[in-house]
């Protein structure tokens, strides 16, 4: 493919939270792919009826058909050719550190903005390297569904940080995954001071999990789109039993 041509795999500016991040320091792009089984291949491994139900995929710029066709096609370089895609990638992740870098920013990367697949485990062909590893200056984040990704034993990159995404089919799981990390929980409506005695902090401020939420951390982040109708579990209710108030 032409190089004037050739889709970009990351967008930068194209989210309201990770525009937010720059109030922070950090300057991040995006990867989208077409979520769950909607390219015909899963690319979101343990996504629950209610997360699938409830995905944010269509919302904002996500509902134009030209950005539903694009993440479409993304998801099918992946499949179709990893070992380009992921070449591709690193020449896009290397442009966005320089980038940062030249405004005195961070330089981050989201990965998974609508999948959940485990890029440290995928080498970038020339390379004995995953794209953690070829970039250590980038902090590279992501929420997740697979625990075993970071639980005891799992090794990850130093700059690869990991916010696992609770939902109605993985609630049990919670209590030994947040000895590890934080976890994500969406919320009917006002974010509690705390959910199960564990604090809750606001994961709508921005997009920067890496920098404020460490272990026995909660990222509340209140229902949008077609969560708010949810029945399944996948939201919590704020007033329940388990949340406490300032």
């Known amino acids: 493919m032409n190089a004037s041509n050739k889709q970009a795999l990351l967008g930068v500016g194209t989210n309201y939270k990770t525009i937010k991040?720059?109030?922070?320091?950090?300057l991040t792009g995006i990867l989208y792919m077409a979520p769950y089984t909607l390219s015909g291949k899963n690319v979101c491994?343990?996504?629950?009826?209610?997360?699938?139900?409830?995905?944010?995929?269509?919302?904002?710029?996500?509902?134009?058909?030209?950005?539903?066709?694009?993440?479409?096609?993304?998801?099918?370089?992946?499949?179709d050719d990893r070992g380009q895609?992921?070449?591709?990638?690193?020449?896009?992740?290397?442009?966005?550190?320089?980038?940062?870098?030249?405004?005195?920013?961070?330089?981050?990367?989201?990965?998974n903005g609508t999948s959940d697949l485990p890029y440290e485990r995928y080498k970038v062909p020339g390379t004995d390297k995953n794209i953690m590893e070829l970039f250590p200056a980038v902090q590279f984040y992501d929420y997740t569904k697979l625990e075993n990704r970071f639980t005891k034993g799992?090794?990850?990159?130093?700059?690869?940080?990991?916010?696992?995404?609770?939902a109605e089919?993985?609630?049990?799981?919670?209590?030994a995954v947040l000895e590890y990390?934080?976890?994500?929980?969406?919320?009917?409506?006002?974010?509690?001071a705390t959910w199960r005695g564990y604090p809750v902090i606001d994961g709508d401020e921005h997009d920067a999990r890496f920098t404020d939420a460490g272990p026995g951390t909660i990222i509340g982040l209140t229902a949008k789109g077609k969560a708010r109708h949810d029945g399944s579990g996948f939201v919590v209710p704020s007033h329940g039993t388990d949340s406490t108030w300032n």
């Not at 991040?21 to 950090?26: A, E, I």
């Not at 009826?49 to 099918?76: H, I, Q, Y």
């Not at 799992?154 to 609770?166: E, V």
Request: proline share 3%; aromatic share 6%; with cysteine.
């Open 21 to 26: 991040s720059k109030k922070v320091g950090v």
């Open 45 to 79: 491994p343990n996504a629950s009826a209610g997360c699938a139900a409830a995905c944010l995929n269509t919302a904002g710029r996500g509902a134009m058909k030209s950005v539903k066709r694009a993440r479409l096609k993304k998801t099918n370089r992946f499949w």
């Open 85 to 111: 895609f992921l070449q591709d990638l690193a020449e896009e992740v290397g442009k966005l550190q320089r980038r940062a870098e030249a405004i005195g920013m961070l330089a981050a990367v989201r990965l």
């Open 154 to 166: 799992q090794k990850l990159p130093a700059n690869y940080h990991l916010t696992f995404s609770r």
């Open 169 to 175: 089919d993985n609630d049990h799981k919670l209590d």
């Open 181 to 192: 990390t934080s976890a994500a929980v969406v919320f009917s409506g006002k974010l509690p």
